[in-house]
């Protein structure tokens, strides 16, 4: 009985302090994404269907995930806009062989107008309001 005991115990010991470091991986809220003309600011929490391999693409085959605009990843210069992998490009194509925030909210709005407008406008958007 004693023996069961101490086990419960180390068990539960050992859950509390483990679910605070898995609470820290999580991704937090509120992510400014500061290198777009007008700032967006995303919520993982309203994105939690996705898994993180939609958004962000495998780095040297591993989830080495980054900013996008991370020196060395996808150019923030305006010079680069038209760039196929440029910022602006792998957040806004509707084009690129992988999903961007727009193509995902395209498919997401699906033929509700009101919802496109919504997910995929410029002005007055969930992404620049």
Not at 83 to 96: C, G, L, Q, T, W
């Amino acid at each position: 009985m004693r023996k069961q005991l101490f086990i419960a115990l180390v068990a539960v010991f050992a859950l509390a302090f483990a679910l605070p470091l898995v609470a820290a991986d999580a991704p937090a809220d509120g992510l400014k994404m500061q290198s777009t003309k007008k700032p967006v600011v995303f919520n993982h929490s309203t994105h939690k269907t996705a898994k993180c391999v939609d958004c962000h693409h495998l780095v040297d085959g591993k989830e080495n995930f980054q900013k996008c605009g991370t020196a060395g990843c996808h150019s923030t210069d305006a010079a680069d806009k038209k760039k196929a992998d440029s910022y602006y490009n792998v957040i806004h194509s509707k084009k690129a062989k992988m999903s961007t925030c727009i193509s995902c909210h395209a498919e997401a709005a699906g033929g509700d107008k009101a919802k496109k407008k919504e997910l995929t406008g410029c002005k007055g958007s969930k992404c620049h309001p």
